[in-house]
């Protein structure tokens, strides 16, 4: 089949100018094979897709020459070679600046995520004072937080390595679990205030140590940043309960003096 008769090879000369970003002028002046069609009666010009991205790419080089030509007649090479390298440099850093910031924003976005973990688990029930110390079995771990033995066993480090049936670090064991995902032992948590206090512990203990990672490597305007964009968050909230508060009170008063009012006219009334 001939590339003239096959679908999507080729288009009227308006509309691949179109697609192309061309002009007739330049598809004429380049004499690029064509046929003539009708259409009731009008015809009208055919160019191949293919011809079209060709010309397209030979233009957009001519130009590109012709804007170095140019830059070169005014600079001289020297001058031309020194503002490639200005522009090169520029581009580089804007591309290392773009991928700092999206690596700041990413950080940002996971010690915010901590931050409203933790802060959720205390104002829900509180929090243990520590985890520094605190051990567990491995069946008590199955048992209290779905920490399978097998997720222990070779990963954790126990607390007496010779023991027989050795402890390991609650804090540890507790990582695991929440790595898995919190709906892994959601219902643990809610049979149990102190497993729900010490799982708040470890939260905070987390976000704790990821500020100090990040102010370690000098990002602590990242923690500053998640604070300020924290509380704010919370007073935008406060403000719109306490705009709902007034409203009711409003309503409540509005109400009172209905009230008021109904037991007056029905006094009256008798």
């Given amino acids: ?49 293919s011809d079209m991205a060709a010309l397209k790419a030979t233009l957009q080089k001519q130009a590109k020459e012709a804007a170095k030509q140019k830059l070169i007649d005014e600079l001289g090479e020297h001058g031309y070679a020194k503002k490639m390298a200005e522009l090169k440099a520029a581009k580089m850093k804007e591309k290392a600046d773009l991928k700092a910031a999206k690596e700041k924003e990413q950080k940002a976005d996971k010690l915010s995520s901590l931050l409203f973990d933790a802060l959720a688990a205390v104002s829900k029930g509180g929090i243990s004072p520590t985890l520094t110390g605190a051990t567990i079995t491995k069946t008590a771990a199955k048992k209290e937080w779905r920490v399978k033995p097998e997720e222990i066993v070779g990963h954790l480090k126990p607390v007496d390595p010779t023991k027989k049936h050795p402890k390991y670090y609650l804090a540890d064991v507790i990582e695991v679990a929440h790595n898995k995902g919190v709906n892994t032992f959601s219902a643990e948590l809610e049979s149990s205030l102190d497993r729900r206090k010490l799982y708040a512990r470890y939260l905070v203990d987390a976000f704790h140590a990821q500020c100090k990672a990040y102010e370690a490597l000098g990002d602590s305007d990242i923690v500053q ?29 509005k109400e009172k003096e209905r009230i008021t009012n109904l037991d007056r006219l029905l006094k009256d009334a008798v």
Avoid: D
Avoid at 17 to 34: D, I, S
């Fill in 225 to 253: 940043k998640v604070g300020r964009e924290a509380s704010g968050s919370i007073e935008k909230a406060l403000g719109e309960y306490e705009q709902l508060v007034t409203r009711y009170q409003e309503h409540v008063l």
């Fill in 1 to 49: 089949t001939s590339v003239w008769n096959t679908k999507g090879e080729t288009a009227s000369l308006k509309n691949a100018c179109r697609q192309y970003g061309l002009t007739e002028k330049q598809v004429r002046r380049a004499n690029l094979p064509c046929q003539y069609r009708s259409f009731h009666g009008n015809p009208y010009m055919v160019v191949k897709l």
